[in-house]
């Protein structure tokens, strides 16, 4: 018998559909529906085929799709739009290393992504001027070493869980030698996208780390979520970290009342609760997506009038230069 030791991951990682015309014949699309754009500008399509699962046949808005699709909008130019909307060019400290807040660093340890989201904040991240991004992780090892402020590493990309289990379980002992880490975050779309991801290797070594442990996952909307992300979150959840969510804002995707009511009720009910709802990075080819502030004011108080305070994502903006993401509270005034 002839068994495979490629992980059944990396196989849905490889297969993922990067041409625009296969996903819509997978979705039973015209291709005029669409608004398909002719050239992706340098961050082409790409979705994994258990995902494309779960996106409505026939309907061109569906939620899932309006995420991964590029269309003739991205090349909308927009005053106010960069390539590096909220500088982190200027918060990297080491390769790979982000230092913005006190206390966290965050780690690109991977320019690559099981899916790529049209409206990422990082579509034009120069990952390959980053060292740490070719998996050479010494040098941002020993900036957190040397920095005894330093108490909470977050693992981030690109998608951490792009890389394989013995490498991540290196990286993780490493830190974990370090006295003045306690906490170990991973800011990760894999367990949503591609549910395999949290196989038996990822378990263990996740399972054996000593520190605080903290999986932040992302979903923006509740048909993300079906009885595979469900096993594959209540495996995660057994390995004692603390599952988050953070979601953008997203117009024609997830500005409604409704949708983000339901997104909540459905986080919950895998274990997982709302952190943040991040309103839009102004990142070069994504004004399309854009909710007005005031709008998304509007929509945190319909939320907090049919939801428990747990329930209920933090509004953030994030502004370069500035020590934490800033909170967008209320549309009510206060006097
Ligand atoms: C968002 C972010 C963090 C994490 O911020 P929290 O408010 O702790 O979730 C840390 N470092 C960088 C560079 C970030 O962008
Ligand atoms: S998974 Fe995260 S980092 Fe990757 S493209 Fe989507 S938003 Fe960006």
């Not at 808005?61 to 269309?71: G, K």
């Not at 779309?189 to 949290?198: G, H, Q």
């Amino acid at each position: 018998m002839i068994t495979s030791t490629v992980p059944a991951w990396q196989a849905e990682f490889a297969t993922a559909v990067q041409d625009p015309a296969e996903l819509l014949r997978r979705l039973k699309l015209p291709a005029d529906t669409c608004d398909l754009a002719k050239d992706a500008g340098g961050f082409p399509l790409r979705v994994p085929i258990c995902y494309i699962a779960r996106m409505r046949k026939g309907d061109p808005h569906d939620p899932l799709l309006r995420q991964v699709l590029p269309t003739t909008a991205e090349s909308a130019g927009k005053p106010g739009y960069s390539r590096d909307p909220v500088g982190d060019g200027d918060a990297t400290m080491a390769p790979g290393i982000l230092h913005k807040y006190q206390g966290r660093v965050l780690l690109i340890t991977t320019g690559a992504c099981p899916i790529h989201c049209r409206y990422c904040f990082r579509r034009h991240y120069p990952y390959g001027g980053s060292n740490s991004a070719g998996n050479k992780w010494e040098t941002a090892v020993d900036y957190i070493a040397a920095d005894e402020s330093v108490h909470e590493v977050i693992l981030s990309g690109g998608d951490p869980l792009s890389i394989a289990d013995d490498r991540l379980s290196v990286l993780a002992e490493a830190l974990q030698h370090i006295p003045h880490v306690k906490r170990l975050r991973l800011h990760t779309r894999m367990p949503v996208v591609i549910p395999s991801r949290v196989d038996p290797h990822l378990l263990e070594w996740l399972g054996e780390c000593t520190l605080g442990k903290v999986v932040v996952v992302h979903v923006n909307h509740p048909c993300e979520l079906d009885d595979s992300t469900g096993e594959a979150i209540r495996r995660l959840a057994g390995t004692g970290a603390t599952l988050l969510n953070q979601s953008v804002l997203l117009k024609g995707i997830n500005d409604n009342p409704d949708t983000l009511a339901e997104l909540s009720e459905a986080l919950f009910l895998n274990g997982i609760l709302p952190y943040y709802l991040h309103q839009l990075d102004r990142v070069e080819g994504a004004s399309h997506f854009a909710v007005p502030e005031m709008k998304s004011l509007e929509l945190m108080d319909n939320l907090r009038i049919r939801l428990p305070g747990y329930l209920i994502p933090r509004l953030v903006r994030e502004k370069a230069g500035m020590p934490y993401k800033l909170p967008r509270v209320t549309a009510i005034p206060a006097h």
